[in-house]
Each structure stands twice: as C-alpha cells, then as structure tokens.
C-alpha cells in the first residue's frame, strides 16, 4: 500500500482527472443521471422530502449523508431558511447545514428554487468531490482527511471554524503535533494556540496550504503506518521503522517546526 504522503499527492496532482474518473464509475452516474432528470421537477420541501434518491443525492452533496434519517431535523432547517439570523439552521454550529439550506432554500425561492445551478451543476460537482473523498478514505483516512481539509481551507475565516468542523479539528491537530485532549480546553485558548501556528488566511494560498498538507500526510502515515508496525530492533534502545517510503522520510526531514 501506498504512504499516505505519495496516495494523497497523486490525487491531488492531478484532482480534475480523478474526479472525472469518479464521475464516470457506474454507481456514481447513474446517481448522477436520476438527480438530473428529477431535480427540475422538485418545487416544494414536500417535494424534496419525497423523493428519497434526490433528498439523499443532495444531503451527500453537502457532506450530510449520515443525517438523511433524520428527516424532521432536515425539513425544519429547509422550512426556517436562512435569511432570519435566529433561524434553525444559523444556529447550528456545523457550517454545513446553512451551506445546504442555502443552496436549497425554498423558504426564499419557492418553486424556482432547482433552477439555479447551485442545486443542479453545482450539486452534482460537489456530490463527485464527496464520493472522490469517500473512496480515497475506504483505503486511507488520512488522504480523505487531506482532501477535505484541501477543499475547506480557502473558504475559512478564523480558528473557531476549525475548531467547529471535527475533520478539519483533526488536521490541524495531527499537522501541528497537538494532543487531542487540548479539546477539552477553553474554546477560545484553542483558538489562540492555532492562529498562533496557522496563520488562517494563508491558507488560501495553495503554496502554504500544499506545505501544510505534507506535514499532516506525513504526521499521519507515522501515527497510522501504511504498511507494517515500528517492529522493535534487537538492539537494546533501538527500533526499526519497518516500510516508511522514501517520499514519507523525506517529507519529515523537510518539515519545519512551527507554525505556517
């Protein structure tokens, strides 16, 4: 198998031609070709709601698949919009659902709400990018983690939204060295420790945010080996790292310490 280091970097080489690929799998296109032949004809929440492979299609567009059980939760956060500041789905932490109820939100467009391309072109590329990140993760966690992280970093504003996102949480953690019991401390002293080693805004650009990345494949292909365990050396005091890749070594060797 393949380092964590060298799995993510070939996809991220070459991200159009994987998501191409992804797109084009069966299972994936014909999800795609059923979304597209309906969604034009969903007009209402109701609507939405009743058309089981649309509403999972686009709950899986959002990164909200494990929530499709819970349909009155969904319905509530769809009903109340996002204009009111005090609406249901603004008061949710995760990012996520007001990114949803956003590009669905028929509270404010009523019937037209599908004819905009964020809920048909729009959801179809962000249903691709999800199932891409799904794969790589069914063989490594860490490059679906990587992916994720690539694909959130430009849209964030500051720390708490790290904080907020258990993924990105784990990223930051496991890039910077941190122990995850920091959780446990005042949400506003985490927020310090990681502006103080993340400078949040460069992370826009893709130079720093491709640094950034490689320490966290290469903290994590230590953490969680690809291949075989650290085996212990006959020697007294002495370990052998059984199959770390030569791109994995020399990840760590360039990696500086501190922030980015």
């Not at 109820?101 to 467009?109: G, I, P």
């Not at 964020?118 to 179809?124: D, I, K, L, P």
């Not at 849209?155 to 993924?167: C, F």
């Amino acid at each position: 198998m393949l380092s964590t280091s060298l799995s993510f970097s070939l996809v991220a080489r070459d991200l159009p031609r994987a998501l191409e690929r992804t797109a084009q799998s069966p299972m994936t296109a014909r999800a795609i070709a059923h979304y597209e032949e309906r969604i034009g004809q969903i007009k209402s929440i109701d609507d939405f709601m009743a058309d089981e492979r649309v509403y999972r299609f686009a709950l899986k567009a959002y990164g909200l698949e494990d929530m499709a059980y819970a349909k009155a939760f969904i319905r509530k956060a769809l009903e109340g919009g996002i204009d009111d500041r005090d609406s249901f789905a603004n008061q949710l932490a995760d990012r996520r659902y007001r990114e949803f109820v956003e590009a669905f939100n028929f509270k404010r467009y009523g019937s037209a709400t599908t004819s905009f391309s964020r809920t048909q072109s729009g959801a179809v590329e962000r249903y691709v990018r999800q199932t891409l990140e799904e794969s790589e993760g069914a063989q490594n966690e860490g490059v679906r983690l990587a992916l994720y992280f690539a694909r959130k970093a430009p849209t964030l504003k500051n720390a708490y939204e790290i904080l907020a996102d258990p993924a990105l949480l784990k990223v930051a953690q496991t890039a910077l060295g941190l122990s995850p019991q920091t959780g446990t401390a005042d949400v506003d002293r985490q927020a310090a420790t990681l502006e103080r080693q993340i400078r949040i805004s460069e992370l826009k650009d893709p130079a720093t945010l491709e640094k950034f990345l490689a320490r966290f494949t290469a903290m994590w292909e230590l953490e969680n080996p690809s291949f075989a365990s650290v085996t212990p050396n006959i020697q007294i005091g002495g370990f052998t790292p059984i199959g770390i890749g030569a791109d994995l070594l020399m990840s760590i060797q360039t990696m500086k310490r501190g922030g980015f």
